[in-house]
Every structure is written in C-alpha cells, then in structure tokens.
C-alpha cells in the first residue's frame, strides 16, 4: 500500500540553528499538505503544496514539493522555541478521499 | 468559540467497559473524521463521514462505531475496551467531501486510558 515516510524521526538542535524534516512518498502525491502539532496539543495545518517544484514560503517557514511530486520538505531557518513540536506531513492516496499522514518528525530546541 | 470540540477530554476506564467520545464542529463543514493517534505519535485515520454519511471506514474493529446524528456531530463509541484502545483520539473536520485537497481542522483530543 502507499506509504508516505518522513525523515529524520527525532531532531534536537540548538536554538538559532536551522532545521529540515523530508517527506518521502512511494507513490505520486496529486498533493501534499503539512501540520504542526505541539506537545500535547492538536495538529495545526501549515500549507498545501499542489504544483511540481514548487516552492512556499511562511516566515522563517521554506516548503518544498518535489519534481516528481513524490517528496517534500520543510526547512525552519533560526529555530526559536516556539518551532517545538511535531511535524507531520500528509497525502492523498487511493483514489477516494482519503488522507495519510507521514510518521512525523519530533523537533526539540536547547535554548 | 472552538471550531472543532471534543468530549470528554480525558478518559479513563476499565477493560471491558463501553465508552462515547463527541465531537461537535461549528464550521459549516461537510466532513468529519476521527483519528487515532498512538504513543509513537501516528496519526491514523479511522473513520470519515461527509453528511451524515459514512465514506471511509479504515480496518478498524467492529467494537468502534462512529455515530453522525447530523453533519455538525460525529460520535465514537467504542464497546468491549481493550488495553490496545489506549491512545489520544482526534476529531477533524474539512470543508468539501473530504478531498484531500481540504485542510484539517482538529478538535484538541481526548485521552482514552484503558486500565
């Protein structure tokens, strides 16, 4: 079945330093939306990338959606504390309306 | 006001026991969902509703049965809990017929501990 896997699974960095979490799809993506889910809390939808290569960009937030439409990334440039959570990635698959999510990636910060 | 509610937000039970989880969203959407999400932090669909009408139904056991009085309400009532039911449940909702071109909107979870 499809299988959408996201990389690294845990980061730890310091603050002011940057951080990439890349989502890897087994199949084509038709799209790929991205959530935030601090500790404890609730997933938060960040943005949807639709188009091949294309590029978003939220702040110190820079989102990738690969050539081939089957990976993407999420780049946090200067991390501050507030960037603490977990990120997930999430696509379609099958044909019906249905939405995996990828396994995540757990940011913490040092300050 | 909170767009997507659940209740309760912590629950606590004994094996065995039957359980309702409630999930009310003010948004005006047409699709509801309820997630499970483990301690490792998966987030895995279960179950997905556009109008009252159910359109996904994930392998899930026949003990869970979701519940969708009218578009604004999706319940989940879980019978016969086991210890493997322990985990955060989310609800969500989206706007269209749960194309997954919609973003999510999640209520803030409930914590189901079976003992």
């Known amino acids: 079945g499809q299988q959408v896997m996201q990389i690294p699974q845990y980061q730890h960095v310091q603050e002011g330093e940057d951080f990439t979490t890349y989502c890897n799809s087994s199949?084509?993506?038709?799209?790929i939306q991205w959530y935030k889910q601090r500790p404890g809390g609730h997933p938060v939808f960040l943005i949807q990338?639709?188009?091949?290569?294309e590029v978003k960009k939220q702040k110190r937030l820079t989102f990738q959606f690969g050539e081939a439409k089957k990976n993407s990334s999420l780049h946090i440039t200067a991390t501050q504390t507030t960037d603490v959570g977990t990120y997930f990635c999430?696509?379609?698959?099958?044909?019906?309306?249905?939405?995996?999510f990828g396994s995540g990636t757990r940011l913490s910060i040092r300050p | 006001d909170t767009a997507v509610s659940q209740t309760p937000k912590y629950l606590v039970t004994q094996m065995g026991n039957d359980k309702s989880i409630k999930c009310e969203q003010n948004?005006?959407?047409?699709?509801m969902y309820w997630y499970k999400q483990d301690s490792k932090k998966f987030l895995k669909i279960m179950f997905s509703y556009n109008n009252k009408e159910l359109i996904i139904n994930e392998t899930v056991p026949n003990r869970f049965s979701p519940k969708s009085p009218d578009k604004a309400h999706l319940n989940l009532h879980i019978n016969s809990l086991e210890l493997g039911d322990s985990a955060v449940y989310f609800c969500a909702s989206s706007l269209l017929s749960g194309g997954a071109l919609d973003e999510q909107f999640f209520g803030p979870g409930t914590r189901l501990t079976v003992l």
């Open positions: 948004l005006g959407h047409d699709t």
């Open positions: 999430a696509g379609p698959y099958s044909s019906a309306s249905k939405i995996i």
């Open positions: 990338l639709v188009k091949s290569g």
């Open positions: 199949t084509t993506l038709s799209n």
